[in-house]
């Protein structure tokens, strides 16, 4: 009995062995197919990666073109602005030399501050409009630019501000509070000059008693050395996105 056992553990084993051996050459077949098949893919992935490739290309070029249309509509769009402000500078000064005087002047002067040309010369059209000169808008934009940059305030709305003031020739309770609502300090400055309380102040305003003249010491006082907003425009543009700002607008004026 015991010697039939081991022979049927014998056969047993031989049988696992040659079980093993089948699924090892197996294996080793559907290695080699596998591999075979690799090699048969390989032109073809090269294909798919060439087409690939030439697809990235496109869409990249694409963008490429489409990235100059814009910039190309956007430089017509501010060429088209650019000569409505000159022809309105112009209606506005009765020169046309004084008008590309006065532009070229404003343009450079935005060179040197993180404004655009746009924002700066629009403000000083409406500065001409309310009666500025050409003679000294430039430097009513350099104080009213470094106002609004200390305040973070449009540079419209503050030219605005002053321009209706100037045009009015006083510079009432309401104006005051625009000017104190966007961080402007006058109501102190105005105190100073009038010698009085600053709490008589928006009183007077609502009585006509401040006048444009004493608005535009005001901004001076804030501008001038020792200033609270002294160079405001240039020290900001020494900043990271001071220099962002500058180079943007000194390329759309290319």
Do not use: C, H
């Not at 290309?57 to 602005?81: D, H, N, P, T």
């Not at 409009?129 to 430097?139: D, L, P, R």
């Not at 444009?212 to 050395?225: G, H, V």
């Amino acid at each position: 009995a015991m010697s039939g056992t081991m022979r049927g553990l014998g056969a047993a084993s031989a049988a696992a062995g040659t079980g093993a051996a089948g699924a090892a050459t197996g294996m080793a077949a559907a290695g080699a197919a596998a591999g075979t098949a690799a090699i048969a893919m390989g032109p073809l992935l090269l294909i798919l990666g060439a087409i690939a490739a030439a697809v990235v290309g496109l869409v990249i070029a694409f963008k490429g073109l489409g990235f100059i249309f814009s910039q190309l509509k956007r430089g017509v769009g501010l060429a088209a602005e650019f000569q409505k402000t000159q022809v309105a500078i112009e209606v506005l000064v009765g020169s046309t030399e004084k008008a590309t005087k006065v532009l070229q002047d404003l343009k450079d002067l935005s060179d040197l501050t993180p404004l655009s040309p746009k924002i700066v010369q629009d403000a000083g059209r409406s500065l001409l409009a309310f009666g500025s000169t050409t003679e000294t808008v430039v430097e009513e934009i350099r104080r009213l630019g470094d106002i609004s940059q200390g305040v973070q305030a449009p540079l419209g709305e503050i030219a605005t501000l002053y321009g209706k003031a100037r045009i009015e020739g006083v510079l009432f309770a309401e104006s005051i509070n625009q000017l104190t609502n966007r961080g402007i300090p006058v109501i102190g400055l105005f105190a100073e000059q009038l010698g009085v309380a600053e709490s008589e102040v928006k009183k007077m305003g609502s009585e006509g008693k401040i006048t444009f003249d004493n608005l535009e010491k005001a901004f001076i006082t804030l501008t001038s050395e020792g200033g609270q907003f002294e160079d405001m425009m240039e020290r900001l543009s020494r900043t990271f996105s001071g220099k962002v700002s500058t180079l943007s607008g000194l390329w759309d004026s290319l």
